[in-house]
């Protein structure tokens, strides 16, 4: 009797351990998904405060940053999130490092929103230096994206 009750116990532990993995498995991989798109989302809201960057005849171009490095060598992954920067019209620092991401991705899932927004930037009357170099930086995007069409 007595070495029933310690088979039975330790088959049950074995299968309640076993089950305990295999549902456990799941759950941490949705919960290490969820945390790294948080950690995307925070390096990308982290665009909006990227440095001016190198400063050429009185325009600035976007540097890497911290920030920038992290989003690129997140590849694809990242993506969806860039786009998602470029639309933030009321922020033209983050249009501008997300556009610079995406040129150094070499990714052409944004040039539609890109193409929009610097359509949007453009036909402002008056625009300010950040909307300007927002506007140069989606112009540079664009641009390399329409060669790389052509060759």
Same mark, same amino acid.
């Given at each position: ?9 330790? /088959?049950?532990?074995?299968?309640? !351990? ?28 982290? *665009?909006?405060?990227?440095? $001016?960057?190198? $400063?050429?005849? !009185?325009?600035?171009?976007? %540097?890497?940053?911290?920030?920038? &490095? ?5 590849? &694809?992954? %990242?993506?969806? /999130?860039?786009?998602? %920067? ?23 899932? !944004? ?7 610097? %359509? ?16 140069? &930086? ?6 390399? *994206? ?6």
């Amino acid at each position: 009797m007595r070495y029933t009750v310690r088979f039975t116990s330790a /088959l049950l532990g074995f299968l309640l !351990g076993s089950s305990a993995y295999f549902v456990s498995r799941p759950m941490f991989y949705r919960i290490s998904v969820r945390h790294e798109q948080q950690t995307l989302k925070k390096h990308v809201d982290a *665009l909006e405060n990227g440095a $001016v960057g190198t $400063v050429n005849l !009185g325009v600035a171009q976007a %540097a890497p940053t911290e920030d920038t &490095e992290y989003l690129i060598s997140q590849g &694809e992954a %990242a993506v969806p /999130l860039l786009i998602e %920067a470029l639309k933030r019209d009321d922020n033209p620092n983050t249009i501008r490092y997300a556009a610079y991401c995406l040129w150094r991705m070499r990714s052409d899932r !944004g040039r539609e929103v890109a193409a929009n927004i610097y %359509a949007k930037l453009a036909a402002k009357e008056v625009n300010n230096m950040e909307e300007v170099d927002a506007l140069r &930086e989606l112009s540079i995007y664009l641009k390399d *994206l329409d060669h790389e069409l052509e060759h």
